[in-house]
């Protein structure tokens, strides 16, 4: 099936975390009218198209280790008129999976893109764990080990926003020791497990707790980590962030004083110290 008129486009497109009920009308019907369905894993899609009752498509595997290479093809699929349709094993492309590099790819070459929104698992967690929602990091999945993760968990420390962190089961009781022991076993947390599935289950509590309870239990399935923002006080940056932040008030024309007060609210700091080290860094 190709599409009717020239212009081609590609559809990233979202799909369930775990409850087939989740995959919505429009969903459906961009996959239906795709001359081609680009996802991680063609058995797992072809479920899904089964399920939503979508007479297949061609499926093209596009995975992590292939992404580069298809981005390539789906712009000359677009660009000759076809619409390609963009799907991950779950959730949203380009969240914590393929897509970012076939999106930009499009982007890049001029040609169209349009997106079905649908779930996200960070945002259903974040959603569910009652932690503030004005202001959100979503931080995907920790670095494996080395400097790497403790420089994200010294980040995580200071962190104003609720963040959320996508974890492997096995791996969520470690982490979370790791969270408490950087931020602190206060720091509140959420662990959002089997969202929108039939086990669907949210622990809420302080971090050591938490670290504790997951230590206690084998945490099955799929797992987001909810962590809440460092208080003001905790969460107080340091010079190098201040000087930043500075710089760029000072850039968008403000005057020392009035950039020392903004930072100095955005950040947490004293105005004082603040306003110090804007006089300091004027004057060098
Ligand atoms: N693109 C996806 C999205 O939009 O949420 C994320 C993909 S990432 C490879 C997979 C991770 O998402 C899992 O390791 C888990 O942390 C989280 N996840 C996916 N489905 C979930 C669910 N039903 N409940 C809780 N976490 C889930």
């Known amino acids: 099936m190709t599409s009717d008129g020239p212009a081609g486009r590609l559809v990233v497109v ?26 991680e894993d063609t058995r797992r899609t072809g479920r899904l198209l089964q399920h939503a009752a979508v007479a297949a498509p061609p499926l093209r595997r596009v995975d992590a280790h292939t992404e580069a290479e298809a981005a390539g093809d789906v712009v000359a699929r677009v660009g000759r008129g076809e619409t390609v349709a963009l799907v991950t094993d779950a959730g949203t492309p380009g969240v914590s999976d393929p897509g970012t590099r076939v999106v930009a790819a499009v982007v890049a070459a ?11 698992a960070a945002i259903a967690a974040v959603v569910l764990s009652g932690l503030p929602t004005d202001r959100l990091a979503i931080d ?14 010294a980040e995580l420390a200071v962190e104003r926003r609720t963040t959320a962190l996508y974890e492997a089961p096995g791996r969520v009781a470690a982490t979370l020791a790791e969270v408490a022991a950087a931020c602190g076993d206060d720091r509140p947390v959420a662990v959002a497990r089997e969202l929108t599935k039939l086990h669907e289950e949210v622990w809420r509590g302080p971090a050591g707790e938490a670290a504790a309870w997951a230590a206690a239990h084998e945490v099955r399935g799929e797992v987001v980590i ?7 006080a905790e969460g107080a940056e ?6 930043v932040a500075l710089r760029a008030a000072r850039a968008q024309g403000l005057s020392p004083g009035r950039a020392a007060a903004e930072v100095a609210a955005a950040l947490g700091r004293p105005r004082r110290e603040v306003y110090a080290l804007a006089l300091a860094a004027d004057e060098t």
Request: proline share 11%; hydrophobic share 45%.
């Open 14 to 39: 979202a799909t369930p975390i775990g409850n087939m009920g989740d995959l919505s009308p429009r969903a459906a019907d961009a996959l239906r009218h795709a001359d081609l369905v680009c996802c």
């Open 238 to 243: 340091g010079d190098d962030a201040v000087l």
């Open 226 to 232: 909810v962590v809440g923002g460092a208080p003001a």
């Open 140 to 153: 995907g999945f920790l670095p494996r080990g080395g400097p790497e993760r403790s420089v994200r968990l």
């Open 110 to 120: 001029g040609l169209a893109v349009e997106v079905v929104p649908g779930p996200v």
